[in-house]
């Protein structure tokens, strides 16, 4: 059984090929980079549009695997930017109708999950979904994705990004900040904005950049916030846990990437006697694989839908989303 699972939710087009056993086959991305500022979802569009028929060529040849071996098509149905993820969605339905295969819509929030699940070996982990546009403290329970604590502003991805940017950096901010905070030496004092289970980033965007203003040195920015916006996804998570009497951890979402907060996390819950696990970085990341997966998942629960009923869905929330390959 191979699945060939679409993402482009947002600046990444992706391609994935993945088997039963969640054998990632083949990767093929490419990463819309806006010149200047954020994203313009047009342009990424068009870009998505220009590259994926090239990216789906390199994914079969990668996996070496023939269209007549492909058994499913997934597409990343939601939430992301509307035209990007049209762009997705029109190949998707092009090949599943082009080859006779099943359609399979997949919620981009509930891919990043199951991915890191299968890897993690975890039955049923609490998740940490930091991501650009996401920031998410996520459990199982009754048939759904429970997002029991979020970000009350932007995700801290965005945040990481615009600050960045502001900063005099390009895009992507979280990886650049990463290397920057190394070099910190004093940790600045930031808003530390906990409310219960949510976290808001918007204060820890102006104190900064009042703070570099006023001639605070880069580094020091950097690592100061990312000790305080990471303790603050940190504590909620272990708050999750807590309430949630869990023990087992998974990271997922771009931010996952990032070693400081991994420690973080895997501190917290080693601390608590549990356990963490992160995703390989190429997997944490917007990537084809977890679409394809999440679609093999749907698939042999029976999901699929006609291409007049694979409408994107911009603002489709993780906890809307049915999920009948789970039990419990
Ligand atoms: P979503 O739709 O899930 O919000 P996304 O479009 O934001 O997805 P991802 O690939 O999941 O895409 O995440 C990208 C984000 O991850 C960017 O904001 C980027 O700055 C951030 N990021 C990547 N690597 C790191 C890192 N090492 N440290 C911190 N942030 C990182
Ligand atoms: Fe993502």
């Given at each position: 059984?191979?699945?060939?699972?679409?993402?482009?939710?947002?600046?990444?087009?992706?391609v994935?090929?993945?088997?039963?056993?969640?054998?990632?086959?083949?990767?093929?991305?490419?990463?819309?980079?806006?010149?200047?500022?954020?994203?313009?979802?047009?342009?990424?569009?068009?870009?998505?549009?220009?590259?994926?028929?090239?990216?789906?060529?390199?994914?079969?040849?990668?996996?070496?695997i023939?269209?007549?071996?492909?058994?499913?098509?997934?597409?990343?149905?939601?939430?992301?930017?509307?035209?990007?993820?049209?762009?997705?969605?029109?190949?998707?339905?092009?090949?599943?109708l082009?080859?006779?295969?099943?359609?399979?819509?997949?919620?981009?929030?509930?891919?990043?999950?199951?991915?890191?699940?299968i890897?993690s070996?975890?039955?049923?982990?609490?998740?940490?979904?930091?991501?650009?546009?996401?920031?998410?403290?996520?459990?199982?329970?009754?048939?759904?994705?429970?997002?029991?604590?979020?970000?009350?502003?932007?995700?801290?991805?965005?945040?990481?990004?615009?600050?960045?940017?502001?900063?005099?950096?390009?895009?992507p901010?979280?990886?650049?900040?990463?290397?920057?905070?190394?070099?910190?030496r004093?940790?600045?004092?930031?808003?530390?904005?906990?409310?219960?289970?949510?976290?808001?980033?918007?204060?820890?965007?102006?104190?900064?950049?009042?703070?570099?203003?006023?001639?605070?040195?880069?580094?020091?920015?950097a690592?100061?916030?990312?000790?305080?916006?990471?303790?603050?996804?940190?504590?909620?998570?272990?708050?999750?846990?807590?309430?949630?009497?869990?023990?087992?951890?998974?990271?997922?979402?771009?931010?996952?990437?990032?070693?400081?907060?991994?420690?973080?996390?895997?501190?917290?819950?080693?601390?608590?006697n549990g356990?963490?696990?992160?995703?390989?970085?190429?997997?944490?990341?917007?990537?084809?694989?977890?679409?394809?997966?999440?679609?093999?998942?749907?698939?042999?629960?029976?999901?699929?839908?006609?291409?007049?009923?694979?409408?994107v869905?911009?603002?489709?929330?993780?906890?809307?989303?049915?999920?009948?390959?789970?039990?419990?």
């Amino acid at each position: 059984m191979v699945v060939l699972g679409i993402e482009s939710t947002a600046h990444t087009a992706s391609v994935g090929l993945v088997d039963e056993r969640a054998e990632v086959l083949a990767v093929a991305s490419d990463m819309y980079r806006p010149p200047h500022g954020g994203i313009h979802p047009r342009e990424a569009a068009n870009h998505h549009v220009e590259r994926l028929p090239e990216l789906v060529r390199h994914a079969l040849e990668q996996a070496k695997i023939r269209p007549s071996e492909v058994d499913a098509v997934a597409f990343a149905q939601g939430p992301g930017l509307g035209p990007c993820l049209r762009a997705g969605a029109t190949v998707a339905r092009m090949l599943a109708l082009a080859w006779d295969r099943p359609l399979v819509p997949v919620n981009h929030c509930v891919a990043h999950v199951e991915i890191a699940r299968i890897l993690s070996g975890l039955d049923d982990p609490l998740l940490l979904y930091a991501s650009g546009g996401n920031t998410q403290v996520i459990a199982h329970a009754r048939g759904r994705y429970r997002v029991l604590g979020e970000t009350l502003d932007i995700g801290i991805g965005n945040f990481l990004d615009k600050l960045w940017i502001e900063l005099g950096g390009t895009f992507p901010g979280g990886p650049a900040l990463e290397k920057e905070a190394l070099e910190g030496r004093e940790l600045l004092p930031l808003p530390y904005s906990v409310h219960g289970m949510d976290v808001a980033f918007s204060g820890i965007l102006t104190a900064t950049l009042a703070l570099s203003a006023k001639g605070a040195r880069r580094p020091d920015l950097a690592y100061s916030v990312e000790v305080t916006a990471y303790s603050m996804l940190t504590e909620i998570t272990e708050r999750a846990l807590a309430h949630r009497g869990r023990d087992a951890v998974v990271l997922g979402g771009g931010v996952a990437c990032n070693e400081r907060l991994r420690t973080m996390v895997r501190t917290m819950a080693e601390g608590r006697n549990g356990t963490m696990f992160a995703p390989p970085r190429a997997l944490c990341v917007d990537n084809g694989a977890m679409i394809a997966w999440t679609g093999h998942l749907a698939h042999e629960a029976g999901v699929s839908v006609p291409v007049e009923g694979s409408a994107v869905e911009p603002r489709q929330r993780t906890d809307l989303v049915p999920t009948p390959w789970r039990t419990g």
